[in-house]
């Protein structure tokens, strides 16, 4: 789906990530971690197309359909301004934009589009409110339905549980889970939370040392590498059939 060959990617000419080589696989779940100040927005960046590599290619190879790049994305709910007094419905009427035209007004297709996504979602009893009163997973919720109704192959989500508690957290990565098994998508998810990609993703990636390893999410998540990465000792414990990451208290 997404194939980075010698990539190098910086600002002006100062490099941050090098020597990237690696596919992001058609309906993976791919998780990117990676310490604070790593490079996984830089690296978010470039497979958004917002970024353009110092060097390298990133390519999007057609299927043997035709079936060209599709991508919807789901930033964090608090970056986005809540100024303007719009209605969950619009917020998600937003991402037909990009297939209707911006200037063209909504049609009923792409209306029972957005409330199929926001009922997709659980959010259709809510699609008349206005969208900066709702919580935080609400907010969540509607921007991946806002996602959704662009008709896209890959999903990419920004931190999708930050801020948010337990009940918040396994509510929304379910719902991401279920998704991308009844739409055949691609997910590709940046994360801080450890223990939310131990137990969702497939492949999961790591930024360290201005680069990238990548592999099965049980191949690469192990004390040694958590260890080496984040600087911290750590005990990775099965409860309950969770995967859970804590930090070794100093005997």
Do not use: W
Not at 20 to 26: A, K, M, T, Y
Not at 32 to 53: C, E, F, Q, S
Request: hydrophobic letters at 40%; a positive charge.
């Amino acid at each position: 789906m997404i194939k980075f060959s010698n990539v190098q990617l910086g600002y002006g000419r100062k490099p941050v990530l090098t020597a990237l080589n690696f596919d992001i696989q058609r309906g993976d779940f791919f998780g990117i971690v990676g310490p604070n100040g790593a490079g996984k927005t830089t690296l978010l960046k470039a497979i958004l197309g917002l970024l353009k590599p110092l060097q390298g290619k990133i390519s999007f190879p057609e299927n043997g359909k035709g079936q060209k790049k599709s991508i919807g994305y789901v930033p964090q709910h608090a970056s986005i301004d809540e100024i303007f007094p719009i209605t969950a419905l619009d917020m998600v009427l937003m991402g037909r934009y990009a297939k209707m035209g911006i200037f063209k007004r909504p049609k009923s297709c792409d209306y029972e589009l957005a409330e199929k996504m926001l009922k997709n979602v659980g959010m259709e009893t809510l699609a008349n409110r206005n969208y900066r009163e709702l919580s935080g997973g609400q907010k969540q919720r509607t921007l991946i339905a806002r996602a959704m109704v662009g008709e896209p192959n890959t999903l990419i989500l920004d931190e999708p549980v930050e801020g948010m508690d337990i009940q918040g957290e396994r509510a929304i990565m379910e719902l991401i889970k279920t998704l991308h098994t009844e739409y055949a998508l691609t997910v590709v998810l940046v994360s801080h939370d450890l223990n939310i990609v131990a137990n969702y993703v497939k492949t999961l990636s790591i930024i360290h040392n201005n680069t990238l390893k990548l592999g099965p999410v049980d191949s690469m998540l192990n004390e040694e590498t958590m260890a080496r990465v984040y600087g911290t000792v750590v005990k990775i414990v099965n409860i309950s059939g969770q995967k859970t990451i804590i930090p070794k208290l100093n005997e």
